[in-house]
């Protein structure tokens, strides 16, 4: 897209407190210029007075959007928490319009994401198989060279898509009626089995009360549909948010923060039939697992214990974690994949180093 052209996909803003956030994402969305938005916005906590100034300039930011553009807003003057806030803003997003790409303040995109996600919008907006479009890709690249979508069942909300109504049937999905966590794999017996324990786990969370992030239950209401997800195979956006100032993304190590946001592929005009992508799936899965790990050394300490039959009392979500260490090999070859493209950090290198050690012990008779 070339500076000047306008764009008519809707885009929504998610912002709170964090007017540089937002401000760096207006300047990328300058050089595409959409012609809506619809922006979203919680109040500010009393418990925290300094947002009364920051969510305050955080919503100011908007009136820097000097292009032709209708701009709607839904700002709560009262704090509703991040999932509320969110869950209510897309709500009404979704009633306002028939289809979005979604950008929280802290997703910086680079600008081909928007025009990418329009197209996939277009192509897969009647597919009923098709729950959300996701420009994040956590392999960096992934696939064919050829290909300018990835079809599987994980997709990520950092810079997102997805039409009203596959909005509204997803978030229609009652999860207290799914009561047994087979209902994850209910038809689907091809789900790789680490797919399968990841959604499980969030399932019994939930029915324990224990589970209310809004982007967890969008993702597990969408696998219990059994609804695709359309990823780009190269990574379009980058999150700026991790660490202390987020509301959930803490960990400051977390080497997702690192993976640049690069240029689409070329759209196919006719793009072929394409069938899914288990492997992005699971692989997509072990780098997230990997990515946050706090004690490499002790994950891979435990590893070692289980794989050598000593019975090591942890429970199901914590093995579930430690999958990457038990299946070095593979991990090292997702690690080393990051690594040739420059992905790099001291924990990241403490980490690869730490699955380098644990696949030689591994392979040692």
Same mark, same amino acid.
Request: some cysteine; aromatic content about 8%; glycine content about 6%.
């Given at each position: 897209?070339?500076?000047?052209?306008?764009?008519?996909?809707?885009?929504?803003?998610?912002?709170?407190?964090?007017?540089?956030?937002?401000?760096?994402?207006?300047?990328?969305?300058?050089?595409?210029?959409?012609?809506?938005?619809?922006?979203?916005?919680?109040?500010?906590?009393?418990?925290?007075?300094?947002?009364?100034?920051?969510?305050?300039?955080?919503?100011?930011?908007?009136?820097?959007?000097?292009?032709?553009?209708?701009?709607?807003?839904?700002?709560?003057?009262?704090?509703?928490?991040?999932?509320?806030?969110?869950?209510?803003?897309?709500?009404?997003?979704?009633?306002?319009?028939?289809?979005?790409?979604?950008?929280?303040?802290?997703?910086?995109?680079?600008?081909?994401?928007?025009?990418?996600?329009?197209?996939?919008?277009?192509?897969?907006?009647?597919?009923?198989?098709?729950?959300?479009?996701?420009?994040?890709?956590?392999?960096?690249?992934?696939?064919?060279?050829?290909?300018?979508?990835?079809?599987?069942?994980?997709?990520?909300?950092?810079?997102?898509?997805?039409?009203?109504?596959?909005?509204?049937?997803?978030?229609?999905?009652?999860?207290?009626?799914?009561?047994?966590?087979?209902?994850?794999?209910?038809?689907?017996?091809?789900?790789?089995?680490?797919?399968? +324990?990841?959604?499980?786990? !969030?399932? *019994?969370?939930?029915?324990?009360? /224990?589970?209310? %992030?809004?982007?967890? =239950?969008? #993702? @597990?209401?969408?696998?219990?549909?059994?609804?695709?997800?359309?990823?780009?195979?190269?990574?379009?956006?980058?999150?700026?948010?991790?660490?202390?100032?987020?509301?959930?993304?803490?960990?400051?190590?977390?080497?997702?923060?690192?993976?640049?946001?690069?240029?689409?592929?070329?759209?196919?005009?006719?793009?072929?039939?394409?069938?899914?992508?288990?492997?992005?799936?699971?692989?997509?899965?072990?780098?997230?697992?990997?990515?946050?790990?706090?004690?490499?050394?002790?994950?891979?300490?435990?590893?070692?214990?289980?794989?050598?039959?000593?019975?090591?009392?942890?429970?199901?979500?914590?093995?579930?974690?430690? +999958?990457?260490?038990?299946? !070095?090999? *593979?991990?090292?070859?997702?690690? /080393?994949?990051? %690594?040739?493209?420059? =992905?790099? #950090? @001291?924990?990241?290198?403490?980490?690869?180093?730490?699955?380098?050690?644990?696949?030689?012990?591994?392979?040692?008779?």
């Amino acid at each position: 897209m070339n500076h000047g052209e306008s764009f008519e996909t809707p885009v929504a803003l998610v912002l709170f407190n964090r007017p540089a956030r937002i401000h760096e994402l207006i300047q990328t969305l300058r050089i595409v210029r959409p012609t809506t938005i619809l922006a979203i916005a919680d109040g500010p906590r009393t418990s925290h007075p300094t947002d009364i100034v920051t969510c305050r300039l955080a919503r100011a930011a908007l009136d820097e959007i000097d292009w032709p553009c209708w701009i709607e807003r839904e700002f709560s003057p009262v704090n509703l928490g991040c999932d509320q806030r969110i869950l209510s803003g897309l709500d009404w997003v979704f009633s306002r319009v028939g289809q979005a790409i979604v950008l929280e303040d802290d997703i910086l995109p680079h600008p081909s994401f928007l025009p990418w996600a329009a197209a996939m919008l277009e192509r897969f907006g009647n597919d009923p198989t098709v729950g959300l479009i996701s420009g994040r890709n956590p392999l960096g690249f992934w696939g064919d060279p050829d290909q300018d979508h990835i079809r599987g069942y994980s997709g990520s909300i950092w810079g997102w898509a997805c039409t009203a109504h596959a909005w509204r049937r997803v978030q229609a999905l009652d999860l207290g009626a799914e009561t047994s966590p087979s209902a994850v794999s209910r038809n689907r017996p091809f789900l790789d089995p680490l797919w399968v +324990t990841h959604h499980s786990i !969030a399932l *019994e969370m939930f029915h324990r009360g /224990e589970l209310a %992030a809004w982007d967890v =239950l969008l #993702s @597990l209401r969408a696998g219990l549909l059994g609804l695709h997800a359309i990823s780009s195979p190269v990574n379009l956006t980058r999150n700026t948010g991790i660490g202390p100032e987020a509301t959930r993304t803490l960990f400051a190590d977390d080497f997702s923060a690192l993976l640049p946001a690069r240029e689409s592929r070329p759209l196919q005009a006719t793009p072929p039939p394409q069938s899914m992508d288990p492997g992005f799936d699971r692989a997509a899965l072990m780098v997230q697992l990997l990515a946050r790990c706090r004690n490499p050394d002790m994950a891979c300490r435990l590893a070692r214990l289980i794989q050598r039959g000593t019975h090591v009392p942890l429970d199901a979500a914590t093995r579930h974690h430690l +999958t990457p260490f038990i299946h !070095a090999d *593979e991990s090292l070859r997702l690690l /080393e994949h990051l %690594a040739a493209q420059g =992905l790099s #950090s @001291l924990p990241f290198d403490q980490l690869l180093n730490a699955i380098r050690n644990q696949s030689a012990y591994v392979a040692t008779p």
